[in-house]
Structure formats: structure tokens, C-alpha cells
């Protein structure tokens, strides 16, 4: 179930970015921010990420899917479909993500 409303306390009920600009500068690539992401906002050991491992193997369970996508949404202004949401790796969800900033063209 996805929740109709933002979730308390995370950067999207804020409707601010996870990073400031100085951090995330504009040469970050997808990979790297969500790498990030992960090991900053979801205390994932840094150890586990790499591009072929999924999502739930690096313990995020289908709730914080869903926040995931909103962060990466808010980060990169993006939006991604539905039908598109449903990649398997860490790097698909990169390539998927450069593909949307990309199509926007900022």
C-alpha cells in the first residue's frame, strides 16, 4: 500500500531535498546519490551496496521502497511511472534514474 500522504519527519513531508546543492553537486551520478541515500538515511552498511544488489537485500522492506522513489523523486525533480518503479538492482535504479534526467533535459 502505498501511502497517501508523506510519511512524518522525512524530507518529503518537509518538501525539502535530502542533500543541499553543495553537497550533491551537479556532477553526482544516480549511483552515487543513492548510494548515499542508503548509507546516510537508512544505515545501510556501505559494504552491502553495489550495483547488483536489490533493494531488499540492502534490508529495505516495501514501505521504505516507497520513501526511497519519493526521496529520488524530490532530489532530481523527476517523476518515475509506476510501471517503471519495479527495477530489480541498485543499478538499474541508477540507469532508470539518469534516463528520467536525462528525458527532462535539465
Known sequence: MIP???????????????????????????????????????????????PEATLADLGLDSLMVVEFLFDVEDEFDIEVPDDRAKFETLNEAAALIDELIEAKGD
Open 4 to 50: 497517501s500522504a508523506p510519511i512524518a519527519g522525512t524530507a518529503r513531508s518537509r518538501g525539502l531535498p535530502l542533500f543541499s546543492p553543495e553537497r550533491r553537486s551537479a556532477s553526482m551520478s544516480a549511483y552515487s546519490y543513492l548510494a548515499e541515500v542508503l548509507t546516510d538515511k537508512y544505515d545501510v552498511d556501505g559494504d552491502k551496496i553495489r
